[in-house]
């Protein structure tokens, strides 16, 4: 929906989109970083001044609209702007509907309906029947977006899945001669996507290879670096890499067909998980692996070769793919260890108006 249908559907004016933006913003902040719970932003607005905000906390409690009015504040006939439908329901603390009515809140706006089935548009008439005035579904085809790892748990039970890629300017994924195929501002842009997924997904050949620890090093976000999943058929992975090393506070997965007791004592014994599966050829079995990982984690990032890539795009399991292409030919020196097909195939349309030197990033989304 576009900025003036939004006005005009919801009876909203522009310094109440404004202010809808600003709790996106604030939503973003700890964006793969509060668990199982969505990332929420809550603004709070009284006589045309911002005088709180609030964030979901890292591990998802408190809640957004908790943290922004729990404070020593006259919060009497202010306006409350959310990015998801505050919650109704009794879990770990008290529903969020509570601390607006105690308040004082006179209105209520926010983006779309939570997908959680025990909240799911049930506010709006509680809101309205202590007399607050409520406006919802604004700013919603961003609300979806923004909310469609929650709907995929809640609906699916499943991860949102995404990937990244690096590819130079004629379509090569490996440069023979450097490291690297972008700029260093495209590979910190890298290292902030990283940041706000909680799970990074690999394979031991791509981790083999690059020996890299598959963290965020922008000075501020290391503690938000994701956990890492490794796809590993037969427990190929060594033993002595920079990942297992590291002291980094978070948890490391392996799923692996191999009964090589020896190496899974060894990864078991660095607190290291090994699961074990039947099989891990075909989509559905890696469906299933998703399914596990979205009992935990709610965005996972795929960080791999061609070759596993390929596989997930042809089974239709990655939602969403960003592709940084380099302004630079390889020529000679550039090289792929799989068809590159599937990606010449994908139209590079929609393209993120962020400055990279250069370089140039693309999000597509495949589902």
């Not at 957004?64 to 770990?92: M, R, S, W």
């Amino acid at each position: 929906m576009s900025f003036m249908a939004d006005l005009k559907r919801n009876k909203v004016n522009k310094f109440n989109i404004n202010c809808l933006e600003l709790a996106f913003q604030q939503a973003r902040i700890n964006l793969g970083s509060t668990k199982t719970n969505p990332s929420v932003g809550c603004v709070v607005e009284k006589n045309g001044s911002i005088i709180s905000t609030g964030t979901t906390s890292i591990n998802g409690r408190p809640h957004a609209e908790h943290k922004a009015l729990n404070q020593k504040k006259n919060f009497k006939d202010c306006t409350l702007y959310v990015t998801l439908e505050p919650c109704n329901h009794f879990g770990n603390t008290p529903p969020c509907v509570n601390s607006i009515i105690k308040k004082k809140i006179k209105k209520v706006f926010y983006s779309i309906e939570d997908f959680d089935l025990r909240t799911k548009g049930k506010s709006a008439n509680i809101l309205k029947k202590n007399k607050i005035i409520v406006k919802k579904n604004i700013l919603k085809s961003k609300g979806n977006d923004f909310y469609k790892s929650h709907k995929l748990r809640n609906k699916k039970k499943l991860p949102l899945i995404d990937a990244k890629l690096a590819i130079s300017k004629d379509f090569f994924t490996i440069n023979k001669k450097n490291k690297w195929i972008t700029n260093e501002v495209s590979r910190l842009r890298g290292q902030y996507y990283r940041s706000t997924y909680d799970c990074l997904l690999s394979t031991s050949y791509s981790i083999n290879k690059d020996n890299s620890l598959l963290n965020c090093r922008i000075k501020g976000l290391e503690d938000k670096s994701p956990d890492i999943v490794i796809i590993d058929r037969f427990l190929k992975i060594k033993r002595n890499l920079k990942i297992f090393k590291s002291n980094l506070n978070r948890k490391i997965k392996i799923f692996t067909i191999s009964k090589n007791k020896k190496k899974i004592s060894f990864f078991r014994k660095k607190k290291i998980e090994v699961v074990l599966l039947e099989k891990m050829d075909t989509s559905d079995d890696y469906l299933k692996i998703f399914k596990i990982l979205s009992k935990k984690y709610t965005r996972v990032l795929v960080e791999s070769g061609l070759t596993y890539l390929n596989f997930l795009i042809k089974s239709k399991l990655i939602d969403n793919l960003y592709i940084f292409k380099s302004s630079q030919n390889l020529k000679k020196y550039g090289y792929n260890n799989d068809t590159i097909s599937p990606i010449k195939k994908i139209k590079l349309k929609s393209k993120i108006p962020v400055y990279l030197y250069g370089d140039s990033l693309f999000k597509i989304k495949l589902k």
